[in-house]
């Protein structure tokens, strides 16, 4: 049977395996080793430092992972969020609420409002008044609608921090 020469990497002392050996155990300091082999050398690492390195390596890589997901839910809720926001008059994008829904709302039925009573005042046909009822429901189903959004919003927006929070816990 054809033996290695080799060194307990542990302790130093000097060591002869069975060429196809994978674990030893040091006669002198009774550490487990394994027998490691490249193309050329062949040498012994203490399995314990192995497992260290290995559980090392796990832990890093949980960590990598929970990383990785908190980046994809980020980069998700950034996609959704954009679905929700509501452009303003000068261009910039903003977050729905239910404020400014009850503020659309108002001052398109007072300009509706204001429109019926201007155009019974002037006399003006039929129709002119009736645009006034035109602009009142815009107001309200346009306000209905942005207040529906910004309760979407907040719901997404919850429910995408509690998902964040599950995944950094």
């Not at 609420?97 to 659309?104: E, G, L, R, V």
């Not at 039925?109 to 009736?130: D, E, K, R, V, Y």
Request: proline content about 4%.
């Amino acid at each position: 049977m054809k033996l290695l020469a080799l060194n307990c990497n542990q302790c130093g002392a000097p060591l002869e395996v069975p060429a196809k050996a994978k674990f030893v155990t040091c006669n002198f300091c009774s550490t487990q080793l394994s027998v490691q082999r490249t193309d050329k050398v062949a040498y012994t690492e203490a399995i314990e430092e192995i497992q260290e390195r290995t559980r090392q390596m796990s832990e890093d890589l949980k960590h990598l992972k929970k990383q990785s997901a908190v980046e994809d839910l980020d980069r998700s809720w950034r996609r959704r969020r954009e679905q929700f926001m509501v452009r303003s008059q000068q261009g910039e994008l903003n977050v729905p609420s239910k404020a400014m829904a009850t503020a659309i709302g108002t001052v398109t039925t007072i300009g509706g409002l204001l429109w019926m009573w201007f155009a019974m005042n002037i006399g003006a046909p039929g129709p002119f008044p009736l645009f006034g009822v035109f602009f009142i429901g815009t107001g309200i189903f346009g306000a209905m609608r942005m207040s529906a959004k910004a309760d979407d919003f907040r719901r997404s927006h919850r429910a995408y921090l509690s998902k964040r929070h599950d995944l950094l816990s």
